[in-house]
């Protein structure tokens, strides 16, 4: 038996993957990790960690010796970082506490790449 289809099959792929895109959520939020999170590589491991998951935004020290930073992208993503920055961070990282604010869906994203700013 044959099914005749109007269009390529990689027509209907393609229109499958959109919709299956149409529930992307970009997220934007701020972050702001306390504890022995300075002097241990915890901005380094975060630009790795985020470029791995495909994140845009920055990270810096802060002079009350805490790491802040914004995070965009997937929302799915973002949750998987929201979780590494309150659980893992660098191997000598001690993380205390981790906040997160202004958490807010966005239409696209601001930033081309993750920094580490100083």
Known sequence: MFIYFPFRFSSLLLVLFTLSMGSLKLLSTEFEVYGIVQGVFFR???QQEATRLGLKGWCMNTQAGTVKGVLE????????MKTWLQ?????????????FKNEKEIQKLTFD????KR
């Open 44 to 46: 380094k491991y975060t």
């Open 113 to 116: 790449d993750f920094k580490i």
């Open 73 to 80: 992208g997937d929302a799915n993503k973002v949750a998987d």
């Open 87 to 99: 659980t893992k961070g660098s191997p000598q990282s001690r993380i205390d506490k981790t906040e």
